[in-house]
């Protein structure tokens, strides 16, 4: 999950940092408001992180410019403001959540896994991914096979779900990367081969039919055995 920090106080950008990077989860970080808005509005992220006071526009301004420009990115308010009229301020300027600073890291996480997960469609969407005997829990992010489990860092899970939300489709290198590791350099395309060699003998090893195939010249792909 790629996340847009947008805070002045440089003790909750310290905690908010180390909570989010310890979930790998990808990190880019405004100090003004004006900086952010022009971030959110170039970048792709899937959730934003603002504080209400910050320089040269607030919060509030900056998630109604938001809005105005039709952008539906996820909002969590973090803020050390906690009188109920800033809470409605900010939820009906366009906020999706309001969290007051400073926080448990638990609650954090959690609403952040619940406006991600609406954001990808919610309840309806399936937590259970299946290609053959492999099968991925996406909530509680685990992965089986044969239902054995097997035991993935975050970075692998979050590859490996890649490659099994495009079963039957060649990814390339630099799909995977952008995807995954949010980077567009090809000098970077040798940790795709690392993690994919890490994802064979974890997933594969073992097994008569291997899932995880190249095809060369293009990329990987993951399909049943034959």
């Given at each position: 999950?790629?996340?847009?920090?947008?805070?002045?106080?440089?003790?909750?950008?310290?905690?908010?940092?180390?909570?989010?990077?310890?979930?790998?989860?990808?990190?880019?970080?405004?100090?003004?408001?004006?900086?952010?808005?022009?971030?959110?509005?170039?970048?792709?992220?899937?959730?934003?992180l603002?504080?209400?006071?910050?320089?040269?526009?607030?919060?509030?301004?900056?998630?109604?410019?938001l809005r105005?420009?039709?952008?539906?990115t996820?909002?969590?308010?973090?803020?050390?403001?906690?009188?109920?009229?800033?809470?409605?301020?900010?939820?009906?300027a366009?906020?999706?959540?309001?969290?007051?600073?400073?926080c448990?890291?638990?609650?954090?996480?959690?609403?952040?896994?619940?406006?991600?997960?609406?954001?990808?469609?919610?309840?309806n969407?399936?937590?259970?991914?299946?290609?053959?005997?492999?099968?991925?829990?996406?909530?509680?992010?685990?992965?089986?096979?044969?239902?054995?489990?097997?035991?993935?860092?975050a970075?692998?899970?979050?590859?490996?779900?890649?490659?099994?939300?495009?079963?039957?489709?060649?990814?390339?290198?630099?799909?995977?990367?952008?995807?995954?590791?949010?980077?567009?350099?090809?000098?970077n395309?040798?940790?795709?081969?690392?993690?994919?060699?890490?994802?064979?003998?974890?997933?594969?090893?073992?097994?008569?039919?291997?899932?995880?195939?190249?095809t060369?010249?293009?990329?990987?792909?993951?399909?049943?055995?034959?």
């Amino acid at each position: 999950m790629k996340i847009l920090l947008i805070q002045q106080d440089y003790t909750s950008i310290d905690f908010l940092n180390r909570i989010l990077v310890e979930r790998e989860y990808i990190i880019k970080i405004a100090t003004d408001g004006l900086t952010g808005l022009t971030m959110a509005l170039h970048g792709r992220f899937d959730l934003i992180l603002l504080d209400t006071q910050l320089p040269h526009l607030d919060g509030f301004d900056l998630i109604r410019r938001l809005r105005q420009e039709n952008d539906s990115t996820p909002i969590l308010l973090f803020s050390t403001q906690s009188t109920p009229a800033d809470k409605a301020r900010g939820l009906y300027a366009g906020a999706d959540d309001y969290l007051v600073s400073p926080c448990d890291p638990t609650e954090l996480l959690a609403r952040i896994y619940a406006l991600h997960r609406r954001r990808i469609g919610g309840f309806n969407s399936p937590t259970i991914l299946s290609v053959d005997n492999l099968q991925l829990n996406v909530a509680e992010k685990a992965a089986y096979r044969a239902s054995k489990r097997i035991s993935l860092t975050a970075r692998e899970f979050q590859l490996l779900s890649f490659l099994v939300e495009n079963a039957g489709r060649v990814v390339t290198k630099a799909q995977i990367l952008e995807k995954v590791w949010d980077s567009t350099m090809s000098s970077n395309t040798n940790k795709v081969e690392v993690y994919i060699n890490f994802l064979r003998k974890k997933i594969d090893h073992g097994f008569d039919h291997k899932l995880i195939h190249t095809t060369m010249g293009l990329g990987y792909l993951l399909k049943s055995g034959v």
